[in-house]
């Protein structure tokens, strides 16, 4: 079982990212006729979108941030420095907000916030001041309409992805589980470990959306299923760590079966083990099959 991503030429955020934009460009063009500002609104459109409102707002709050400090770079240059800003200006003014940028951890933030500044002291206007100040109103318009359409065109809700996941374990843990314990042959795990990595990581996701779900009981809910899953995975892991197995216990061999499994009629030949062996095979089958059996009346509710 391989864990395989699909190509997609685009998606909702690709069509939500567009939606945005346009609605951005064609807004201020009602009330400015100067093209950049018609640059700067849809920039804020496009930098702002992301997959969650959480994660577009504060996108947008970033973005705003570094076109603030780009704006207040720049207008100091230009005080300072009214006519041409010499070049030493210019990459001082940039290593000054990178510094800044990474030091208030918005890394992300650095580029926007010096191409403001660029744009300030090497291309300086007759009123800075009232251009830097259009500069932050024009991206504040385009990360406004972001967050509008992101809000409103189907606002994005992982928790089928995290449904599906935890299907494709509840189908490969029985087949892994039937190889190593009636064949002792012994499974690739991988496959496993990658998806509770990505089960993982879409939690973490569901939890950064503060908005459009019932965060507390969904969240409480899928984050145990993920636990049983893990637990899961552990114990077959342990199995499969072992040096020789043991025995099958007729309780698990009876609960093997209900899970589908098949199992030779007269019941699995007698293993060269020790007591101890089969006592720590069917301790961690035990706590699985449990754990197995409580996943799935999760998955049912």
């Given at each position: 079982?391989?864990?395989?991503?699909?190509?997609?030429?685009?998606?909702?955020?690709?069509?939500?990212?567009?939606?945005?934009?346009?609605?951005?460009?064609?807004?201020?063009?009602?009330?400015a006729?100067?093209?950049?500002?018609?640059?700067?609104?849809?920039?804020?459109?496009?930098?702002a979108?992301?997959?969650?409102?959480?994660?577009?707002?504060?996108?947008?709050?970033?973005?705003?941030?570094?076109?603030?400090?780009?704006?207040?770079?720049?207008?100091v240059?230009?005080?300072?420095?009214?006519?041409?800003?010499?070049?030493?200006i210019?990459?001082?003014?940039?290593?000054?907000?990178?510094?800044?940028?990474?030091?208030?951890?918005?890394?992300?933030?650095?580029?926007?916030?010096?191409?403001?500044?660029?744009?300030?002291?090497?291309?300086?206007?007759?009123?800075?001041?009232r251009?830097?100040?259009?500069?932050?109103?024009?991206?504040?318009?385009?990360?406004?309409?972001?967050?509008?359409?992101?809000?409103?065109?189907?606002?994005?809700?992982?928790?089928?992805?995290?449904f599906?996941?935890?299907?494709?374990?509840?189908?490969?843990?029985?087949?892994?589980?039937?190889?190593?314990?009636?064949?002792?042959?012994?499974?690739?795990l991988?496959?496993?470990?990658?998806?509770?990595?990505?089960?993982?990581?879409?939690?973490?996701?569901?939890?950064?959306?503060?908005?459009?779900?019932?965060?507390h009981?969904?969240?409480?809910?899928?984050r145990?299923?993920?636990?049983?899953?893990?637990r899961?995975?552990?114990?077959?892991?342990?199995?499969?760590?072992?040096?020789?197995?043991?025995?099958?216990?007729?309780?698990?061999?009876?609960?093997?079966?209900?899970?589908?499994?098949?199992l030779?009629?007269?019941?699995?030949?007698?293993?060269?083990?020790?007591?101890?062996?089969?006592?720590v095979?069917n301790?961690?089958?035990?706590?699985?099959?449990?754990?197995?059996r409580?996943?799935?009346e999760?998955?049912?509710?």
């Open positions: 079982m391989k864990t395989k991503t699909k190509f997609h030429p685009f998606g909702l955020r690709v069509v939500k990212t567009a939606i945005s934009v346009t609605l951005s460009a064609a807004l201020v063009r009602q009330f006729t100067d093209s950049l500002s018609v640059f700067y609104a849809a920039f804020g459109a496009l930098i979108m992301d997959t969650t409102f959480s994660k577009s707002l504060m996108q947008g709050l970033t973005q705003l941030v570094g076109v603030l400090a780009g704006t207040v770079f720049g207008y240059s230009v005080l300072l420095f009214p006519g041409a800003t010499p070049a030493w210019a990459g001082l003014g940039v290593l000054l907000l990178i510094v800044l940028c990474n030091t208030m951890k918005l890394p992300f933030t650095a580029s926007l916030s010096c191409i403001i500044f660029l744009s300030a002291c090497l291309t300086p206007t007759d009123n800075i001041l251009d830097s100040l259009f500069r932050l109103r024009d991206t504040s318009v385009g990360v406004g309409i972001a967050l509008l359409v992101n809000a409103a065109v189907r606002p994005y809700n992982n928790k089928k992805r995290i599906h996941l935890l299907a494709r374990l509840r189908v490969f843990l029985p087949q892994a589980l039937e190889k190593i314990v009636v064949r002792e042959q012994f499974p690739d991988q496959p496993a470990v990658e998806l509770l990595r990505l089960l993982d990581r879409e939690l973490a996701l569901y939890h950064s959306q503060h908005f459009f779900h019932r965060k009981d969904e969240e409480a809910l899928l145990g299923c993920y636990q049983l899953a893990e899961m995975v552990q114990e077959l892991e342990a199995i499969c760590g072992m040096d020789s197995l043991g025995d099958l216990a007729m309780e698990n061999a009876a609960a093997m079966q209900e899970l589908g499994l098949e030779p009629e007269a019941g699995l030949p007698a293993r060269k083990c020790t007591r101890h062996d089969t006592i095979m301790y961690h089958l035990e706590k699985l099959l449990s754990a197995y409580y996943l799935t999760l998955l049912e509710q």
